[in-house]
């Protein structure tokens, strides 16, 4: 049975930073793309930085870009979002993602996390 669960997020002031997790079982991350969506307003999900692992590449939105990092322990089949510098309007819903489709340089479909919230004070 495949799970997908997160956690880390939570509170944080302005400037400050902050690691979310998200841990899958049921399935080997390496064979999978990962990826980090938030709540946009008025957009659904929207992709925040996402790993291809069929071609190696990363996205980021433009906003994150110098500011948040994707990465994976393997060995732990867990993946991470990094966050630094953050921003109030930063504040939102984060949910991760594993699937083996791309679509715009995402995960598409796949296995999601049951989301965190993100809050950033000023």
């Known amino acids: 049975q495949r799970q997908v669960v997160e956690s880390g997020g939570g509170l944080v002031q302005a400037g400050g930073s902050l690691r979310l997790s998200c841990t899958v079982s049921?399935?080997?991350?390496?064979?999978?793309?990962i990826g980090w969506f938030r709540r946009a307003s008025g957009k659904g999900r929207e992709g925040v930085v996402c790993f291809n692992r069929d071609n190696g590449s990363t996205y980021y939105a433009d906003d994150v870009k110098g500011r948040f990092t994707i990465s994976k322990n393997s060995d732990a089949n867990t993946f991470y979002l990094e966050m630094r510098s953050l921003k109030p309007e930063d504040t939102t819903m984060y949910y991760c993602?594993?699937?083996?489709?791309?679509?715009?340089?995402?995960?598409?479909?796949?296995?999601w996390g049951q989301g965190l919230q993100v809050t950033v004070s000023s």
């Open positions: 993602v594993t699937s083996r489709a791309i679509y715009q340089k995402c995960p598409s479909g796949g296995y």
């Open positions: 049921g399935l080997r991350l390496d064979d999978y793309s």
